[in-house]
């Protein structure tokens, strides 16, 4: 747990029951603090996009992706990514 994270810890984030105390908190952070603060939210931010986007694989949601790639592929749609090797396949 970062600097920040212990702070808003220490400073009872667990008794904290409204987004306004918890603003508060935060408020009450330094400059970096607050950043090491923001950085791990984008990390759990990415962390619950990644479990998602994990979730709607396994459910199907996403297999009309796949399907539309294969769909373009067959067709001969396809572009090469930039960098990209083309190949002769």
Same mark, same amino acid.
Do not use: H
């Given at each position: 747990?970062?600097?920040?994270?212990?702070?808003?810890?220490?400073?009872?984030?667990?008794?904290?029951?409204?987004?306004?105390?918890?603003?508060?908190?935060?408020?009450?952070?330094? *400059? %970096?603090?607050?950043?090491?603060?923001? !950085?791990?939210?984008?990390?759990? $931010?990415?962390?619950?996009?990644?479990?998602?986007?994990?979730?709607?694989?396994?459910?199907?949601?996403?297999?009309?992706?796949?399907?539309?790639? *294969? %769909?373009?592929?067959?067709?001969?749609? !396809?572009?090469?990514?930039?960098? $990209?090797?083309?190949?002769?396949?």
């Amino acid at each position: 747990m970062n600097v920040a994270c212990r702070r808003l810890a220490s400073a009872n984030l667990k008794g904290m029951s409204t987004v306004v105390e918890i603003q508060e908190a935060i408020a009450r952070l330094n *400059e %970096t603090e607050r950043e090491e603060l923001r !950085l791990w939210l984008d990390a759990y $931010e990415e962390d619950d996009w990644d479990r998602q986007i994990t979730a709607d694989a396994a459910s199907g949601k996403l297999d009309f992706m796949r399907e539309q790639a *294969e %769909t373009g592929k067959r067709k001969g749609l !396809l572009r090469p990514l930039p960098g $990209e090797i083309k190949s002769k396949a």
